[in-house]
């Protein structure tokens, strides 16, 4: 699990034209994947239910399991970011 979250966290740190590009290893190429066994596919995720869950890692108020590791994804996205990844991902 440290490998994973340090692994995580260089990931993040990375500079990235595509905001969803650091989330590809976990929850694909095309948000197909239940990331870590845990997560919600995000294709299947509206634009609004995707940006609010987004926000919601941000703040605190959203995740179970995952929270800590996606709060810490989340942190760095401006809504421009998250807005781009909804775009691209989310239908």
């Given at each position: 699990m440290k490998k994973l979250i340090?692994?995580?966290?260089?990931i993040a740190?990375?500079?990235?034209a595509?905001?969803?590009?650091?989330?590809?290893s976990c929850h694909g190429a095309n948000g197909e994947k239940v990331a870590l066994g845990k997560s919600k596919i995000i294709k299947d995720m509206?634009?609004?239910?995707?940006?609010?869950?987004?926000?919601?890692?941000?703040?605190?108020?959203y995740g179970r399991?995952?929270?800590?590791?996606?709060?810490a994804q989340a942190k760095g996205l401006s809504d421009a970011d998250i807005e781009a990844m909804a775009n691209q991902i989310a239908k």
């Open positions: 340090l692994a995580l966290a260089v740190t990375a500079s990235y595509n905001p969803y590009a650091k989330c590809v509206t634009k609004a239910e995707f940006i609010a869950s987004m926000k919601g890692y941000q703040d605190g108020t399991s995952t929270k800590a590791i996606m709060q």
